[in-house]
């Protein structure tokens, strides 16, 4: 099983300030996708990263692929209220067609 | 153009009773897919369709659980005899074709409580 860790698990922030989170894992995966899940609803797909050492942008949302495949990071710049969800990443690794997903970090922006 | 919907929003149930959930993916996608999603975790991986035949039901905890998906279409999970730790949000997500390179698309997932 190829796991995926989180962190941090929780984070409470203030409008404007920058925050990142990270997923790791021990296994090398062929792409990582992040996604954002708000209450009562399911995951909505970010964004899709496949090559090592790739970085993508997304307005105030930046998400990198590490060199070796394994880990990623979501960085978000000068946060708002609208950001406040579960970021959830979800590796996936040799064809498989079923993405493997990390628990989530849930971000709460006070305005 | 509707998205995945799931039905009922909520299900309460007692513990030893069956219960069927539904999904109803965007049409014309092909590839569906059942995850359930426990209290501060990220979904697991049920049972993944391809047109009408379960592709791959390695994520199914036990024989209580059971999907199906007769027409392509709309597709049912079901669980015999639920245990207090089937409680959980189920939810489905449906793909166009099933490739890892699509996007897959949740619905807003079904909150069940075994009492």
């Known amino acids: 099983t190829q796991l995926l860790e989180q962190s941090p698990q929780f984070l409470s922030i203030q409008e404007g300030e920058n925050l990142t989170v990270y997923c790791n894992s021990s296994?090398?995966?062929?792409?990582l996708q992040w996604y954002r899940q708000e209450p009562g609803e399911g995951p909505v797909l970010l964004v899709t990263?496949?090559?090592?050492?790739e970085v993508k942008k997304l307005k105030r949302l930046t998400f990198q692929f590490g060199d070796a495949r394994k880990d990623s990071s979501l960085h978000i710049t000068a946060a708002q209220p609208g950001d406040t969800g579960l970021y959830l990443c979800?590796?996936?690794?040799?064809?498989?067609?079923?993405?493997?997903f990390g628990r989530g970090t849930s971000l709460i922006v006070h305005p | 153009g509707a998205g995945v919907s799931q039905t009922p929003s909520n299900k309460v149930t007692e513990k030893g009773k069956y219960v069927e959930l539904r999904c109803d993916p965007i049409?014309?996608?092909?590839?569906l897919y059942w995850y359930r999603q426990s209290l501060g975790q990220g979904p697991e991986f049920l049972i993944y369709?391809?047109?009408?035949?379960?592709?791959?039901d390695s994520g199914l905890p036990n024989d209580r659980f059971f999907a199906v998906r007769p027409e392509g279409s709309v597709s049912t999970l079901k669980i015999q005899r639920t245990e207090r730790g089937d409680s959980a949000v189920y939810l489905c997500?449906?793909?166009?074709?099933?490739?890892?390179?699509?996007?897959?698309?949740f619905g807003p997932g079904t909150r069940l409580t075994v009492l």
């Open positions: 049409s014309g996608h092909t590839a």
């Open positions: 369709f391809q047109g009408t035949g379960a592709a791959d």
């Open positions: 979800a590796g996936l690794g040799g064809g498989s067609y079923i993405p493997t």
């Open positions: 990263v496949v090559t090592g050492g």
């Open positions: 997500a449906s793909s166009e074709s099933g490739w890892s390179t699509d996007t897959q698309y």
């Open positions: 296994s090398v995966f062929s792409s």
